[in-house]
């Protein structure tokens, strides 16, 4: 029997990585069906995976566009079980795969702390679909509680040397959304001899004096931020995940959907849940000071041994 594993790339797909020892054996045969990009290629390097065309947020015409792929790949890999952390990927696949008669189990981000995506209410709807939150308050007779990503770190007492030699920036790679404000305050605040990184994604930095990189392999992007002093990010769930990977208390700032920065102001939650569990420093673009950086430079997190609960039947 296949286990499907389905996720959008970044943040979606970063979740159900580090989730998959809680929801299948070490001996189970899995499938990944994800976007293909330098991410997906990095994290899944050893792993069995099918590629599928690219999703953006709330693209209904790609979701249709999947549709027969999906049928196919379920079929031939003769999948029994799905497990997916959306996002619009995931309406590609649930509804032909309970058409198939097939196991399937819907978690919702870590991202929505305060209750659904657009996509999980409809795979809420969907008939036969097991849905999960990562929020205890949210759990209820339709929402099961599931293991949250975030309950594996807790922040260190120890303070490390507020410096800004070596600098991450990564603004995500989510495409047709820049966030060209980020970049023109940081530009204000680091230090001019401070060694940047600077992962630009979707945001055209032409003419400012920055060597971006578009996108990253995920093992390059997690070695740069354990040599970083501090990093600095969107407050997406994949890059404030590999943050805390590494070992750094990140800087997130949310992006805003009143700048076209994104679909909606879900970041928010994520930058203020994590903030919550001193887990991060979150600050709005417009009220970055330098002294937030040092404070986020000085902090630390380290990982919590989970012992994995039985797979989600």
Do not use: K
């Amino acid at each position: 029997m296949t286990t499907a594993m389905v996720a959008s790339t970044g943040g979606h797909l970063a979740q159900l990585h580090r989730l998959r020892p809680r929801l299948v054996g070490p001996t189970e045969r899995l499938l990944w069906i994800t976007f293909d990009s330098p991410q997906s290629r990095s994290l899944l390097r050893d792993e069995n995976v099918e590629y599928v065309t690219y999703t953006a947020p709330r693209d209904w015409r790609s979701v249709a566009a999947n549709t027969p792929s999906a049928a196919h790949i379920l079929r031939r890999h003769r999948v029994r079980r799905l497990y997916t952390t959306g996002s619009a990927i995931a309406l590609s696949f649930l509804p032909i795969a309970r058409l198939a008669g097939i196991e399937c189990h819907y978690i919702e981000s870590a991202a929505r702390s305060d209750g659904p995506s657009m996509t999980g209410r409809i795979a809420a709807r969907t008939p036969g679909v097991r849905t999960y939150t990562q929020y205890r308050a949210l759990a209820s007779a339709r929402w099961q509680q599931a293991p949250s990503v975030f309950d594996d770190f807790e922040p260190s007492t120890a303070s490390r040397d507020a410096q800004l030699r070596r600098v991450v920036v990564t603004l995500g790679t989510i495409e047709g959304y820049p966030f060209l404000s980020l970049v023109q305050r940081l530009l204000t605040l680091l230090p001019p001899d401070a060694e940047v990184l600077w992962q630009t994604g979707d945001t055209d930095v032409t003419g400012f004096p920055i060597d971006g990189l578009v996108v990253m392999p995920h093992s390059a992007l997690a070695a740069a931020m354990r040599d970083a002093d501090l990093v600095v990010a969107h407050a997406g769930i994949g890059s404030a995940l590999s943050a805390l990977q590494a070992g750094r208390l990140p800087l997130l700032v949310p992006r805003r959907r009143s700048r076209q920065e994104h679909v909606d102001d879900h970041q928010i939650q994520i930058a203020r849940e994590l903030a919550q569990r001193r887990l991060a420093v979150y600050r709005e673009v417009d009220s970055l000071t330098v002294d937030d950086l040092l404070h986020a430079a000085r902090g630390s997190v380290h990982p919590v041994q989970q012992a994995p609960p039985p797979p989600t039947r």
